[in-house]
């Protein structure tokens, strides 16, 4: 299919021939980048360093538009894989609003100019990481194993991961251990959060034929996993406390907020319902686990400026 | 090739005038951007 949108009872010739810049914008899903955005803040407010403001602004930027053209070129790589789900149906390009060409060159566009910018503003090092986590999320997570494994998320989550170590890179021009360690946590943190998500919207995936763990492996197995990694995660979030890398507010924040999230998750490791709609305890560790990131995050900053 | 309905010509024409102010603002504080992050870097020694 070249160039042909899915859904055609929606598409206006004038919508494919001009898309309106509302589209572009949400082209670069505006939500997933807000979390992407403060964790890669986060990186860099807790560095240890100067950086000007001016350039520190940029930094960020570089960070939300790297987000915004990987998110981009997904959309334009999963038109048809889209326009199967209910949730993603009414994005531009399978709601027939845009032409496909205009998505992808929007984003290639966009991620080479971030990558320039970052590296022209900041330094090279920190570019070089945003250019590996777009085309990460891009050719390795969408390309490849998205529609190939069950465990798409588990590698692919790197992507989301990258963030702090750039905002900390872009301060530093290095990559010490608290960014790697706050790498690992993203990392682990990722299959519990995407997973009690796909719990409930897993006939979505199944439709449109996306091999995500509760579809393949069944929901007992998604459930079991989300506990195990929820393990891991735990280990990673104390990691930093453990190295001396972070102080006592840190520690205490963590500590709390890690119990809880294990609370969570081992609830919806226990629970058997299967109707989605009926699936609460999965809903509340999908949305817990938003704020969990932001409060783990912005622990981290404070007791960097107060310990260090 | 077949001419759009006026209905349609309308919306593209608004469309890209949307777009056409949009990039423009996007261009000036891309300016004001690059006039800040020189001065930085020339302060800087950089």
């Given at each position: ?10 598409q ?51 960070i ?39 998505a ?23 570019a070089?990481?945003?250019?590996v ?71 979505d ?10 579809v ?15 393990a ?21 924040t ?35 686990s ?19 | ?39 930085v ?6």
């Open positions: 299919m070249t160039g042909v949108i899915v859904n055609q009872t929606s206006t010739a004038s919508g494919a021939v001009c898309a309106h810049w509302r589209d572009f914008l949400a082209l670069t899903k505006p939500r997933v980048m807000t979390l992407v955005v403060f964790t890669g803040l986060c990186g860099l407010l807790a560095a240890p360093g100067h950086i000007h403001p001016v350039l520190a602004f940029t930094a960020i930027l570089c939300a538009l790297g987000a915004g053209a990987a998110g981009a070129l997904n959309q334009w790589h999963e038109a048809e894989i889209d326009a199967l789900m209910k949730r993603t149906a009414n994005r531009p390009l399978p709601a027939g609003r845009m032409d496909r060409q205009a992808l060159h929007f984003g290639v566009g966009l991620g080479v100019f971030s990558v320039l910018l970052l590296g022209l503003a900041a330094n090279w090092l920190a070089a990481i945003l250019a986590s777009i085309l990460f999320y891009v050719l390795v997570y969408t390309v490849w194993l998205k529609p190939r494994t069950a465990q798409n998320i588990v590698i692919g989550g790197a992507a989301g991961a990258f963030p702090p170590l750039i905002g900390w890179a872009a301060v530093t021009g290095d990559v010490s251990a608290l960014p790697i360690a706050l790498f690992c946590l993203i990392f682990f943190w990722t299959p519990p959060h995407f997973w009690s998500l796909a719990l409930f919207v897993k006939t995936y199944a439709n449109a034929g996306i091999p995500m763990l509760p393949v492996a069944g929901e007992v197995t998604t459930r079991r996993q989300i506990w195990g990694y929820t891991i995660m735990a280990a990673a979030a104390m990691a930093p406390v453990l190295l001396r890398l972070t102080g006592p507010i840190y520690g205490t963590a500590l709390l907020l890690t119990a809880l999230f294990a609370v969570l998750a081992f609830r919806v490791s226990v629970n058997r319902e299967r109707d989605p709609e009926r699936m609460l305890a999965e809903r509340r560790l999908f949305k817990f938003i704020l969990y990131l932001f409060i783990i995050f912005g622990a981290v900053v404070v007791d960097r400026w107060v310990y260090a | 090739m077949n001419a759009l309905p006026p209905r349609d010509q309308d919306q593209i024409r608004a469309r890209q005038r949307g777009r056409a102010i949009v990039t423009g603002l996007i261009l000036g504080a891309l300016v004001i951007l690059f006039y800040a992050i020189t001065i870097k020339l302060r800087n020694g950089g």
